[in-house]
């Protein structure tokens, strides 16, 4: 079953401006990890952030979590033309898996 | 660095035919995942093993079984290939350790794109 849900599906912005994706998800989760994945290659991890935090930085990204709302925030400062990929969040419950949305794609123009 | 490498970029099949998708990872990982990753549905889990011999159906396992005869090593098994089963296939490793095992980021090879016709 598809936990995390990302939005937008899709997302165009110009090199320099700061791309925001959002992700909703449905039931109690340990943690939440943000993935990349560049045009048909497989994902690299991105950055976690733990059910017991609300915000979590690493160079360009930041992270925020509100399991009140159930949901997640990807901000990505300052993008460039590098950027350009999908992103997917995946939910970390209690045992061994992630499950992971259907990913927000985007597109940085230089 | 971790390396987690996939037989095959791009693969043809016909209908019908058993196909293996091997993965292989350098960093002594015990968890070892197979994903595949259709348009709009994201990554769906279809198998993974926490050991040696050892495995657990994933979301989506029907038509698949799976490998692990050593540690580095993960097959996917497709008995009978069917058009349905066309998709990018992933696989991923990830090290144990802690009570939460889902607590840990997970590596990906760069996937296998299967075509069956």
């Known amino acids: 079953s598809q936990q995390g849900e990302e939005d937008p599906q899709a997302l165009s912005i110009q090199e320099g401006e700061n791309a925001t994706m959002n992700c909703s998800y449905k039931?109690?989760?340990?943690?939440l990890q943000w993935y990349r994945q560049n045009s048909g290659r497989g994902l690299v991890h991105l950055i976690l952030?733990?059910?017991?935090?609300r915000e979590k930085h690493s160079g360009r990204l930041r992270v925020t979590l509100d399991t009140s709302k159930k949901s997640s925030s990807l901000l990505i400062t300052a993008s460039r033309a590098a950027d350009t990929a999908s992103y997917f969040c995946a939910t970390g419950q209690y045992g061994n898996k992630l499950v992971f949305g259907a990913g927000t794609i985007l597109r940085v123009k230089s | 660095d971790v390396k987690v490498t996939q037989s095959s970029r791009y693969l043809v099949k016909r209908t019908g035919e058993k196909v293996f998708l091997e993965c292989v990872q350098d960093m002594d990982h015990e968890n070892m995942f197979w994903y595949r990753q259709d348009p709009g549905l994201g990554l769906r889990l279809i198998y993974f093993?926490?050991?040696?011999?050892?495995?657990e159906k994933g979301d989506i396992p029907e038509g698949y079984s799976v490998s692990r005869e050593k540690k580095e090593r993960f097959s996917l098994i497709l008995e009978s290939a069917s058009t349905n089963q066309t998709s990018m296939y992933l696989c991923a490793s990830r090290s144990s350790g802690g009570l939460v095992l889902s607590s840990y980021e997970q590596y990906f090879g760069p996937g296998t794109r299967l075509t069956v016709t």
């Open positions: 952030i733990r059910s017991n935090e």
């Open positions: 093993s926490y050991d040696v011999k050892m495995k």
């Open positions: 039931t109690s989760i340990n943690n």
